[in-house]
């Protein structure tokens, strides 16, 4: 079906919840205005209902291929990637002095949410060049800066990242790529990794690989880990040692291609050192950070598809007369109590993934300034975007199937593509149970609880409705008590309190849309709904969030095979 850019709704969520404008009262950010901000929110979104949204059918259908000679994407999208690069959408959020615009990162992310609302597959060819940038751009050597940052800028190369091997998943430590000094500041790289989006294409000339190795006699685990820059073609134009041996057949995303890259199969794969040698694990993360807010901004990608799909149907689709009408005649199912119900938690829940995600990223660009306290805010929020925007973009895809009735388990609707597109995003860049581990490890005692007992003051200040202080004071009393809990009892806890915290975030989020001059109807009622009936649900987490690890370990590991 058509995608029609929610661009009414990302102004809103920009300023807001963004606080745009404060940015674009800075240096950094003054050529942030009003108009030019129209002008990106509007083109971006014509670009992306017009060019990449009609290719995804055939993405998902035909989807990507491989041969011998490399992987070949569908008819047009090497097209549409050529446009794109053409149209400098690649460059909004990268500094200026590598060919960027210098726009405000919660902007770019805006423009990443209508390609991937468009194209969910498609998008992850930019969104992971987005990542590549940042890595470079922070751990880069002035000389690698120079050669590399230009050409990922407008997107004429494309980045990927490579952590996982066949015996190394999210345990990075256990990984076996190695890297050996060339001299002249080369290294030869060998090693096979699997999963790697967007590994090999026909869409870019060049494909730079930034890859996770071990050098000699590096010490064991993640801290004898460097991060290497591969490119697929090296700079004087002669192809790199990197062969595609595969790509992977998948429940979805199949515009995406998934793909086991073998380095160094005739120990000629060349490659530079990103960083010191053994400081790849903090590189890395620079990119995966980037990137974990990306994947949650995918569950606000496909959360919006599905919306626009379900409401869609539930408006044509008519069937039955509404109960207890005086007329008997048959109404569009969108008539009917429980179908509306569900759209309006598809539309709440969405909105909420978007102020959530879009929230995070306004963080990234204070912090960016030099804000300290946006920095911290930053940690705590980033594994509740991740994880709670794709938990979201699951739910809501869910129910759009729910909506089209058994039209949504054919696939001709298209309502299943999006739930199939989205069940990777609560797995990959750090699993979402990961995600609740970071969150309750290690932020809850950042700055030594400062930090969480920030956040739960601000959302204190601003709450106004009961059910949303009582969640917001659950959290605080269960945060503190995780604090102080032995590490089985904290990680069981962990998946559960982290729903509770984000929903009380976007609880916080949404009385502030809701309160907005310039919201709309559906935003007013979405924000009502939100507050009255999916903030306490979350309080029926407190059980979990409060449980001991007891009961999971009552039994040996072998009865769950009885």
Known sequence: MPFTPPVADQRLVLNEIVRLPELAATERFAAATPDVIDAVLDGAGEFAAGEWAPLAKVGDTVGATWTPDGVVMPDGYARAYRDYVEGGWGTIGVAEEW????????????????????????????????????ALAHHGSPAQQAAYLPKLATGEWTGTMNLTEPQAGSDVGALRSSAVPLGDDKWSVKGTKIFISFGDHD??????????????????????????????????????????????????????????????????????????????????????????????LQGVQVAEGATQAAVAYALDRVQSARA???????????????????????????????????????????????????????????????????????????????????????????????FRDARITPIYEGTNGIQAADLVGRKLG????????????????????????ALIDACDVIGGRLANV?????????????????????GWLMERLGRAADAGEMTRVAA????????????????????????????????FAA
Do not use: W
């Open 99 to 134: 060919g960027g615009q210098g726009m405000p990162f919660a902007v770019q992310t805006a423009v990443l949410e209508m390609l991937g609302g468009a194209n969910m597959g498609f998008a992850l060819c930019p969104t992971l060049t987005v990542g590549a940038i940042e």
């Open 203 to 296: 869409m870019a000339d060049n494909i730079v690989h930034l890859v996770l190795a071990r050098t000699p006699d590096a010490p064991a685990g993640t801290r004898g880990i460097s991060l290497f820059l591969v490119p697929k073609m090296r700079l004087d134009g002669t192809p790199n040692d990197v062969r595609v041996v595969s790509i992977e057949h998948k429940m979805g995303l199949h515009a995406s291609p998934t793909c086991v890259l073998s380095f160094g199969d005739h120990d000629a794969c060349v490659g530079e050192l990103i960083g010191p040698e053994h400081g790849g694990m903090r590189a890395m993360f620079t990119m995966m950070n980037n990137a974990r807010l990306n994947v949650g």
């Open 324 to 418: 207890g009408a005086a007329s008997r005649d048959s109404v569009p199912i969108v008539e009917h109590p429980d179908v509306r119900r569900m759209l309006l938690r598809m539309k709440a829940q969405t909105l909420a993934a978007r102020a959530l995600v879009y929230y995070a990223a306004g963080q990234v660009d204070r912090a960016g300034l030099g804000d300290a306290a946006a920095r911290n805010r930053l940690e705590i929020v980033t594994p509740l975007a991740k994880a709670h925007g794709t938990d979201l973009g699951n739910e809501v895809a869910s129910i759009g199937i729910q909506v089209h009735g058994g039209m949504g388990y054919i696939e001709e609707t298209g309502a299943a593509q999006f």
């Open 446 to 469: 950042l700055d030594g609880g400062a930090a969480f007992a920030s956040l739960i003051a601000d959302l204190r200040q601003d709450a106004e409705s009961e059910e949303l202080l």
């Open 486 to 506: 032995g590490h089985d009892d904290r990680l069981a806890a962990s998946y559960p309190f982290l729903t509770m915290l984000s929903v009380a975030v976007c």
């Open 528 to 559: 009502r709904f939100y507050v009255a009936q999916i903030v306490p649900e979350a309080l029926g987490l407190r059980a979990a969030a409060t449980a001991s690890a007891d009961v999971l370990y009552s039994l040996p590991a072998e009865a």
